[in-house]
């Protein structure tokens, strides 16, 4: 990663904020500001790739280059920009509803291929840019927009999906901690694999159940040490948590494996591959 030392607020692009005062997102980008610094990220060498949704407008406020894509496709296209490029650090930022509802079936995916990513959840329990409807991840206790009774459905998991789709990193916070927050992003980034990071994060316009102040106390008692590398362990807390209504915060499982970009590099190595290769080779194996 190519480094250079620049503050937090000088990784800021000039974009003036849109989302609502106490917007949880707000502590999301204060945290990925202070990673990048932290790490010295030179922003010609990042890619901040998002979704559609309130979440989704993150990558305005950060310097580098970035791709504001369609709802749910965030992971695919920047899977493509980190296999062209596999030199260039990639982040993923997005919502719930984008990223698990309509891009639910390319998670599995970005994680199984262990592709050299950072995802950032940014994970409100809600529908906040089309105005408060249900998402995966609500509590069927909130009434919104479309289930104005309360839900009918349980809520999915983001961090249990995640570990069982093969993440190799996956942790877990609320946004309100930017301290936690930033050190699990830096962490993430650093780690050569896909990264998953959910954080917790209240939309105070749409979502009366999740406040800040729930979040915070589900997040606040803090889990005993386990082996990050022993997935049943990880899994482990992650369920012991949830059944006492609880938010395991913090780094819940990291391993190494190898990653895509890696893999191709080798097959590409092994054949002999080139960019120069003779292509009527390939033409000559087809006839008859
Ligand atoms: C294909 C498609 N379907 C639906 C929409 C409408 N839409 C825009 S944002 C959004 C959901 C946003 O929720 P989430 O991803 O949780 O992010 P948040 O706004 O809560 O941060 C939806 C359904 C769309 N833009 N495109
Ligand atoms: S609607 Fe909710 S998620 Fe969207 S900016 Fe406002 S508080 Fe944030």
């Given at each position: ?9 000088e ?8 989302w609502?005062?106490?917007?949880g ?19 010609s060498y ?17 310097k ?14 920047a ?29 599995p ?18 529908y ?12 069927p ?6 289930t ?5 459905e ?39 694999g ?23 106390s ?9 082996d ?5 362990a990880?899994m482990?807390?992650?369920?012991t948590?949830?059944?006492e ?18 893999r ?5 190595e ?9 292509l ?9």
């Amino acid at each position: 990663m190519h480094k250079v030392e620049l503050q937090p607020k000088e990784y800021r692009d000039e974009a003036k904020s849109f989302w609502c005062p106490g917007c949880g997102h707000n502590g999301v980008l204060t945290a990925l500001l202070r990673s990048l610094s932290e790490l010295g990220v030179d922003p010609s060498y990042l890619v901040n790739v998002s979704g559609i949704g309130c979440s989704s407008r993150l990558p305005y406020f950060v310097k580098s280059y970035k791709m504001h894509t369609l709802h749910g496709r965030a992971g695919p296209v920047a899977t493509g920009v980190q296999l062209a490029r596999p030199d260039l650090a990639v982040v993923v930022t997005g919502g719930d509803g984008d990223g698990f509802s309509i891009g639910g079936g390319h998670m599995p995916h970005l994680a199984r291929k262990n592709i050299n990513m950072t995802y950032i959840l940014m994970d409100n329990h809600i529908y906040g840019l089309t105005k408060g409807q249900a998402s995966p991840t609500s509590r069927p206790e909130m009434k919104a927009s479309t289930t104005p009774f309360g839900g009918v459905e349980p809520p999915l998991d983001p961090v249990l999906y995640m570990l069982t789709y093969g993440a190799t990193y996956v942790a877990q916070a609320f946004s309100g901690n930017v301290k936690l927050a930033s050190q699990l992003i830096k962490d993430g980034m650093e780690h050569k694999g896909f990264a998953f990071i959910n954080l917790l994060s209240q939309c105070p316009t749409f979502n009366e159940l999740d406040t800040a102040k729930s979040f915070k106390s589900a997040c606040e008692q803090q889990d005993t040490a386990h082996d990050v590398a022993d997935l049943d362990a990880a899994m482990h807390v992650v369920n012991t948590a949830k059944q006492e209504g609880r938010l395991p915060t913090g780094l819940l499982y990291k391993v190494e494996r190898p990653t895509l970009d890696q893999r191709m590099a080798e097959l590409v190595e092994r054949v002999g591959g080139h960019k120069d290769y003779d292509l009527r080779k390939v033409i000559d194996l087809a006839r008859p």
